[in-house]
């Protein structure tokens, strides 16, 4: 996964492990998130979620997840 933020004065890439963002102990964590904003899930279908996202990486590497350029010309995008 990588997050690139590009401004006038910045230019940050931050390349993180796929591993390190996407595991059980993540999926767990994202679970007991969204459980208290209301949402049902459980961390059996987080997990699946999780390993399907892996999964996804294998096959379609860099996939673009979200692009954001404003009007001052900041530029923000996380790929898979």
């Known amino acids: ?3 690139i933020v590009k401004d006038k004065d910045t230019n940050l890439n931050l390349p993180l492990p796929t591993g390190l963002v996407v595991n059980r102990l993540t999926a767990r964590v994202a679970c ?4 208290k904003q209301g949402v049902p899930i459980t961390q059996r279908q987080m997990a699946r979620l999780m390993k399907e996202w892996r999964r996804f990486r294998r096959r379609y590497p860099r996939w673009t997840l979200v692009e954001v350029e ?7 995008k996380i790929e898979l």
């Open 1 to 3: 996964m990588r997050i």
């Open 70 to 76: 404003s009007h001052e010309g900041e530029h923000v």
């Open 32 to 35: 007991a998130a969204l459980k």
